[in-house]
């Protein structure tokens, strides 16, 4: 099993150096005591998923579908109403992406069917009754359950490629984890590993479905995804970046604010975020241009939050994929529902050193190609280019048929 040592190496020397951090001592100790060993662990359990399930070694992974885009442009959305075609489609649940091996999985599963058995399902309510505890009072910002499907990246946290740790300190200048496209030496290891991961996620569901991935990180992996699996299938999200940037840079800004760093500490990473924030619009569009035959659907956030079964079904046809009878009862009992959906988590662009000037400074081209609304348009300059963006999706609907 592939392990990060660059990236472990750095962050300990990190928070070694943070001398007046009052969690410096719990975190070194987390990672000299507690990583080593479960590293060593989970390394053993990967090895013998190849001796214990040697249909491992011939596992495909065809046509798998990767959503990205940036965090908060509707990548959750998109994800949970195509995973709602449960025939077609494995994922990751968040509790799946704690264990990287095949074995742990059917270990852990077969313990719960004993649970259910023998103890009337004791464990799995208190399990549930923990999950409750820990992720309901976040579950406005973002709906966050064991048992949920959940994004990709987090699978490779035993790996030491993880994101928890830009939530949990602000080392945005320590670890890079959304660059790889550009990271020729790290982009063979970790996807290699990724592609592990996959195909035993895949067996663990039968061996014989689509990978069905979501991550905004990934936004940054786009080029590596298409190298890696030459038969991918892309969604990008777009959403309004006066909108959805914000709202990253408040959530990031609350989980270093809950663990006790003050702005003095966190600001250069935010302007790294903000940068980034940048490039996850840029990067799956310049990748795609660089990969013509790869089918692709772009969406935008809007046209999903307003009519998600039609979305989806374009989705679908752009993909190569044909809509089910039983999908697509699903996605009409469940339309009127997305509609309405709307965070209540609130954020403000005045909150942070970026003005909607400088946004569409940065993403001219995305604000002319959606018509998002502009700084010092008048409503009659909205309308007019909101009217031209629906004649124009229109005429493209009508020649892409």
Not at 40 to 56: N, Q, V
Not at 188 to 198: C, I, Q
């Amino acid at each position: 099993m592939y392990f990060d040592f660059d990236y472990y190496f750095r962050l300990l020397r990190h928070v070694w150096n943070l001398k007046h951090w009052p969690g410096r001592w719990r975190l070194l100790a987390r990672l000299l005591l507690v990583t080593p060993p479960v590293t060593l662990f989970h390394t053993l359990c990967f090895l013998l998923d190849y001796l214990l399930f040697p249909s491992l070694w011939r596992q495909p992974v065809r046509t798998p579908v990767f959503i990205v885009g940036h965090a908060r442009s509707g990548t959750t959305l998109m994800h949970r109403l195509m995973s709602a075609d449960g025939d077609r489609f494995s994922y990751f649940l968040y509790w799946e992406t704690l264990f990287p091996s095949l074995l742990q999985k059917k270990v852990i599963r077969w313990l719960g069917r004993v649970d259910q058995a023998l103890l009337g399902g004791m464990f799995f309510r208190r399990l549930k009754a923990w999950d409750d505890r820990t992720f309901g009072p976040f579950r406005h910002i973002h709906n966050m359950s064991l048992w949920n499907s959940e994004e990709d990246q987090f699978a490779m946290r035993a790996a030491f490629v993880t994101q928890q740790w830009a939530t949990d300190l602000p080392v945005m200048d320590v670890l890079d984890l959304f660059h790889l496209d550009q990271m020729p030496k790290k982009r063979r290891r970790w996807m290699h590993h990724y592609r592990e991961l996959v195909k035993r996620q895949l067996l663990l569901n039968g061996g014989d479905r689509i990978h069905l991935s979501k991550n905004p990180v990934m936004s940054g992996w786009v080029g590596s995804i298409i190298e890696t699996f030459p038969d991918a299938r892309i969604v990008v999200m777009l959403r309004d970046p006066a909108q959805c940037v914000p709202s990253l840079l408040k959530l990031v800004e609350k989980s270093w604010k809950a663990r006790g760093w003050k702005p003095a500490d966190y600001q250069a990473s935010l302007d790294l975020l903000l940068q980034t924030s940048f490039e996850s619009f840029h990067n799956p569009a310049q990748q795609l241009a660089r990969y013509p035959e790869v089918p692709r659907a772009i969406v935008d956030y809007r046209e999903l939050t307003a009519r998600p079964r039609e979305t989806v079904h374009e989705v679908y046809r752009q993909l190569g994929f044909d809509v089910g009878s039983e999908f697509d009862a699903f996605l009409q009992a469940n339309a009127e529902r997305e509609k309405k959906h709307h965070s209540k988590f609130e954020y403000s662009l005045g909150d942070y050193r970026i003005t909607a000037d400088q946004l569409e400074a940065e993403l001219g081209e995305f604000y002319r190609q959606y018509a998002w609304p502009r700084a010092g348009a008048t409503q009659g300059d909205q309308a007019a280019a909101g009217a031209e963006r629906h004649s124009q999706q229109g005429e493209k609907h009508r020649v892409t048929t």
